[in-house]
């Protein structure tokens, strides 16, 4: 049962593009909600996290929306550049994000020059 | 400050040896988490451990896995008698109570 789902797989923009990433939860315990950026061969790197007291966070070029009655919450990248171009996952966790993160199957992104 | 440590990052094994990663969480951290994540996957959960302490195992297969997180050292995950299936990344993040999870750079095992 796949608790966080995320769409697209893949995503292909060109430089200056705002890519917009989704994601859709069940668990209406959720109450931390992250994004990590993934290069190929590192490691999860965190992007931006929300709570769901407030519906949108903005840092930098990357602003996350949540919509709490809907269950979801999606990612937006401002100005995309060639340098974003990595896999990015959602990500759901219960008590504040102290307990286990359930994560997306990620999506693959691309923006070319 | 150094980030999460894991070692080694690269880790070849035959099938029925036993595979040994390390985590070092980021100083100040108690809290250590194992993710596995397979070609083209997500990450899934496998454990959650305090000092001395299992908290969460919900995510760990019930034979050949085992994590420890010693009062001194690092936290230690454990496959005896490998196979093929066991191929991933496994990753560890450590945290404060009730703050971000920090990811390390992740142990690549390969089971020929």
């Known amino acids: 049962q796949q608790q966080v789902k995320q769409s697209p797989q893949s995503l292909i923009v060109q430089k200056g593009g705002i890519p917009i990433i989704n994601c859709a939860y069940e668990n209406t315990a959720f109450d931390y909600f992250p994004w990590y950026q993934q290069f190929p061969g590192k490691g999860p790197a965190l992007l931006i996290a929300?709570?769901?007291?407030?519906s949108e966070k903005k840092e930098g070029r990357f602003t996350i929306s949540f919509n709490k009655s809907a269950k979801q919450f999606s990612l937006h990248i401002m100005d995309s550049q060639p340098g974003d171009s990595a896999t990015y996952f959602c990500?759901?966790?219960?008590?504040?994000?102290?307990?286990?993160?359930?994560f997306g199957k990620g999506t693959k992104l691309t923006v070319n020059p | 400050n150094a980030g999460v440590m894991q070692n080694p990052r690269h880790l070849v094994r035959r099938r029925g040896q036993e595979a040994r990663l390390r985590c070092s969480p980021m100083?100040?951290?108690?809290?250590v988490y194992w993710y596995r994540q397979l070609p083209e996957e997500g990450l899934k959960f496998m454990v959650y451990?305090?000092?001395?302490?299992?908290?969460?195992e919900s995510g760990m297969p019930k034979e050949r896995f085992s994590a420890e997180f010693p009062k001194e050292g690092p936290s230690i995950l454990r496959i005896q008698q490998v196979v093929r299936g066991d191929s991933a990344a496994y990753f560890c993040a450590s945290s404060k109570k009730k703050e971000t999870q920090y990811f390390g750079p992740g142990t690549r095992l390969l089971v020929l």
């Open positions: 990500a759901a966790a219960t008590q504040g994000g102290s307990e286990k993160l359930v």
């Open positions: 100083k100040g951290h108690s809290h």
């Open positions: 929300i709570r769901p007291d407030v």
């Open positions: 451990l305090q000092k001395e302490n299992i908290i969460d």
